[in-house]
């Protein structure tokens, strides 16, 4: 079976940009010839040099009616390619295409451009919907202004394909964002306990989104941070956490105030049961979560002390 790489997604939406990073990385790297059929010619061209060094051809289907699978066949016995990577047309329904039969879609990824998502899902829904059910990933590109909306692209494209990774990227690159359906705990709860594996995505969410913790009640076991410079009445619960390897090591925790912070010790292990606030903080550099501690209770170690995020 000949493996194939479907690349979907309207005029302009980053596809050619997608499939020539993917040419240029080591990991795609194969010592036999790649054809690549483009459905459509973009703005942007392929750099001949980096086809030649990945060893790559392409050949050009203009019409739908000519996406068939005898001229596949004929293309694929005229470059006896290793693999095929398309370029599909996104204004050609997908639901119609058909590959040979010695052909096997190895991956699908569907490109989208977050500036214009939102006309596209709403003149061309079909058309997307069926790009995106069967892929395995959707790009979200250019969503430097569209931040505040990406929950919603999300939820959007999940309706149609639950299964598919969605990634959003900025200029920068890959946009870190959890999303609150992502979250390992229910907002809802009266109570949030934070164990072992989501006490570091509570603590980075909450850089981000302190709103949604505002005002609720959490629970989780700590180690007790006293730094010198601190006001009485106030210390740091938190968590060492390995970041990416052994050496790579942080204490995360927030200031917390409770009247019987002289009783603590440093360093021991201690339930804490707080509320948040947005406060005003010195070591902040402004406002920051601040956590109101209802009771600090000593307890056991965890079995394991340090989070990951590896």
Not at 45 to 70: C, G, H, K, M, W
Not at 150 to 157: D, F, G, P, V
Not at 244 to 253: E, T
């Amino acid at each position: 079976m000949k493996p194939v790489y479907m690349i979907n997604g309207f005029l302009e939406s980053g596809k050619t940009e997608f499939i020539t990073f993917t040419l240029n990385q080591p990991y795609f790297q194969i010592r036999g010839k790649t054809l690549l059929l483009l459905c459509e010619e973009g703005e942007i061209e392929y750099d001949q040099a980096l086809l030649n060094r990945s060893r790559t051809v392409v050949e050009l289907i203009e019409s739908e009616e000519d996406f068939t699978p005898a001229n596949l066949q004929a293309l694929e016995k005229k470059h006896k390619p290793e693999r095929i990577i398309v370029e599909y047309n996104g204004m050609w329904n997908f639901k119609n295409m058909k590959l040979p039969r010695s052909w096997r879609i190895e991956q699908q990824i569907t490109t989208i451009d977050g500036s214009t998502f939102p006309v596209y899902y709403t003149n061309m829904r079909s058309l997307l919907a069926e790009m995106i059910r069967g892929s395995e990933m959707i790009i979200f590109n250019r969503c430097d202004d569209v931040r505040e909306e990406l929950n919603s692209y999300k939820r959007n494209i999940k309706a149609v394909n639950p299964a598919a990774d969605v990634i959003f990227e900025d200029a920068n690159g890959e946009i870190d964002e959890i999303f609150e359906e992502d979250l390992p705990y229910d907002l809802n709860q009266e109570t949030i306990i934070l164990n072992n594996a989501s006490y570091g995505i509570w603590y980075l969410d909450s850089m981000d989104h302190l709103e949604r913790y505002l005002g609720k009640k959490l629970e989780f076991v700590a180690m007790v941070l006293k730094p010198e410079n601190f006001p009485q009445g106030y210390f740091v619960p938190g968590r060492m956490a390995m970041t990416c390897c052994a050496d790579d090591m942080a204490f995360l925790g927030y200031a917390c105030e409770f009247p019987g912070t002289g009783a603590l010790k440093q360093q021991e292990w201690v339930k804490v049961t707080a509320t948040v606030s947005k406060e005003y903080w010195k070591d902040y550099g402004g406002e920051g979560p601040m956590l109101h501690a209802i009771s600090v209770e000593k307890t056991k170690a965890p079995k394991d002390p340090v989070i990951s995020f590896t």
